[in-house]
């Protein structure tokens, strides 16, 4: 059984970054954002999440978003793909015997919201607005629930999902938007509704 330590994850990752690196990354033309609607029913699993680990669901600071350089999406690339690479996907009744848990990986083994909840914390850990990496709820082709990590920016929101090394802008997913936490409080949660048409950016 494999194990993974988060107060060496940093320094595991610097070592990946020249094998992960896929070229100069670059903002995407389309600035789009979710439609955000009413609170919502908040997961079970968030809730459980946070009486394991307080910390992780602190609601001070103000709203902010990733201010989209080029370094800083190449560093959301490189953490999406390392986890996806680190990490066996397992379901959770393989996995702890429930249907549902959410929590950090730290046997080498998750599903897609474990995948989430260390990408978010490996950002944050980056200098990453706690505020801009929020936990998102999806409906997948199949209509089977599925959990993403969405990335707030001031060019648009950008999707980190298990199943692809891509960091995708939020209008290229196949995925129906449920819901996903506020920005103001990682501990509210708000429905979800289309993309809004996108506006796109001068170079």
């Not at 992960?20 to 439609?35: E, I």
């Not at 997948?140 to 990590?149: K, P, S, V, Y």
């Not at 060019?155 to 920005?183: C, H, M, W």
Request: with cysteine; hydrophobic share 45%.
């Amino acid at each position: 059984m494999r194990f993974i330590s988060l107060r060496t994850i940093g320094f595991t990752l610097a070592l990946a970054f020249a094998a992960l690196a896929s070229g100069p990354a670059s903002a995407a033309q389309d600035v789009a954002y979710a439609s955000v609607g009413n609170e919502t029913s908040i997961p079970f699993g968030w809730m459980e999440f946070c009486q394991r680990y307080h910390n992780e669901c602190d609601a001070s600071g103000v709203a902010a978003d990733v201010n989209l350089t080029e370094k800083a999406l190449h560093e959301i690339r490189q953490v999406n793909a390392w986890v996806n690479r680190s990490i066996e996907a397992v379901s959770d009744m393989d996995h702890w015997g429930v249907v549902d848990r959410w929590d950090y990986p730290m046997d080498g083994k998750g599903d897609c919201e474990d995948f989430a909840l260390l990408k978010r914390k490996m950002l944050i850990e980056r200098g990453f607005p706690r505020q801009a990496l929020l936990i998102t709820v999806v409906r997948d082709q199949q209509n089977e629930g599925h959990a993403i990590l969405t990335v707030k920016t001031n060019a648009g929101e950008f999707i980190l999902d298990n199943l692809t090394d891509e960091v995708k802008p939020i209008t290229r997913i196949s995925y129906r938007l449920v819901k996903r936490q506020s920005q103001e409080d990682p501990n509210v949660w708000v429905a979800l509704g289309p993309v809004a048409a996108p506006v796109y950016a001068s170079r």
